[in-house]
C-alpha cells in the first residue's frame, strides 16, 4: 500500500513516469515463492518491483528501500539534503524496523493465531501502545512525522498506524484505545484524506468493500472502470 500511495502521489504531483503496472500477489496462495517472484525478491515478501524505466531493469525490494529509489529518481517526498532528510529517514526507517511489532507480533496474536494466548496478545499490545505514544508525541510537535512537510515517512506509516488509529486494521481500534492519540488521528485523518492515499489503498487489496478492491492497476482509468464490484459484480455480490 505504501508503494502505490507513492506511485499515485507523484502521479498527482504531475510526474507522468511513475505510470506503474501493480500485480496481485496472494500471499495466502504462496504466489511470494514462485520462481518469478523470487527473482525480484529473495526474501518472498511483498512489495517487491522492477524498475524498467534504464536501460537494464532494476529489481528492488523492501518496502523502504523502493519508496527511497522513487522518491530519489522524481526528486519528490524526501529532502535531498541536510537534517530534513536525516529526520524523513529516521522515521522512514523507524517504520520498517516498528512494524513487524505490529502485525508480526500483536495482530497476529490478537486477529489470525488459532487460539486466544493472553500473554504475547499483552506484550505486543504493551509495545504498539508504546509505539502510538511515541508518533502521538511527535505529531502533537508537527504537522507531519518528519516536519512541516509530507514525505515518504508519512506514506509508509500511515498504512499502519494511521489506519489503526482510525480503527481500520485488526478491529483492535477499542482494544488499544486509539482514541487517546489525538494527535495521530488528526494526522491519520488529515493523510486518509488524500485523493492519491485513497487510490493507492485501493491497489491490490483483497478484502473489504468489492468498489475498494482494484485486484491490478495498469492505467489511471483501471479506478473507475475495474474494481471488483465492477468486473466481477456476481461474485462480489453472493460475498456480501
Ligand atoms: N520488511 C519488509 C516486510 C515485508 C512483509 O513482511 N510483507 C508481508 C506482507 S505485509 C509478506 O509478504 N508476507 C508473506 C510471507 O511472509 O510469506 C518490507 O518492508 O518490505
Redesign the pocket.
Known amino acids: 500500500m505504501k508503494v502505490t500511495i507513492l506511485l499515485e502521489e507523484l502521479l498527482a504531483a504531475g510526474h507522468a513516469g511513475a505510470e506503474y503496472d501493480a500485480w496481485l500477489i496472494r500471499?495466502n496462495e504462496g504466489d511470494?515463492f514462485s520462481s518469478g517472484f523470487v527473482e525480484i525478491n529473495p526474501n518472498?515478501?511483498?512489495?517487491a518491483m522492477v524498475d524498467r524505466s534504464g536501460p537494464e531493469p532494476v529489481r528492488i525490494?523492501?518496502?523502504?528501500a523502493i519508496l527511497v529509489h522513487l522518491a530519489e529518481k522524481f526528486g519528490a517526498f524526501l529532502p535531498g539534503s541536510g537534517p530534513e532528510r536525516a529526520e524523513a529517514l529516521s522515521w522512514l526507517f523507524w517504520q520498517?524496523g516498528s512494524t513487524p511489532f505490529l502485525?508480526g507480533g500483536f495482530g497476529h496474536f490478537y486477529a489470525y493465531a488459532p487460539e486466544k494466548f493472553e500473554y504475547p496478545i499483552n506484550r505486543y499490545a504493551m509495545e504498539v501502545k508504546r509505539q502510538l505514544d511515541v508518533l502521538d508525541r511527535r505529531l502533537g510537535e508537527s504537522e507531519y512525522v518528519a516536519g512541516p512537510d509530507y514525505t515518504i515517512a508519512d506514506m509508509a506509516i500511515w498504512p499502519w498506524y494511521g489506519q489503526l488509529a482510525q480503527g481500520l486494521l485488526y478491529e483492535a481500534g477499542t482494544f488499544l484505545q486509539v482514541h487517546e492519540y489525538r494527535n495521530l488521528r488528526r494526522w491519520a485523518e488529515q493523510v486518509a484524506s488524500r485523493p492519491a492515499v485513497q487510490r493507492g489503498r485501493m491497489v491490490n487489496r483483497v478484502t473489504g468493500d468489492a468498489a475498494s478492491q482494484l485486484h491490478e492497476r495498469h492505467e489511471a482509468s483501471d479506478f473507475e472502470t475495474r474494481t471488483q464490484d465492477k468486473i466481477a459484480p456476481a461474485e462480489s455480490e453472493a460475498a456480501g
Do not use: A, D, T
Open positions: 500471499i511470494q518472498s515478501k511483498i512489495p525490494f523492501e518496502s523502504g520498517v502485525g
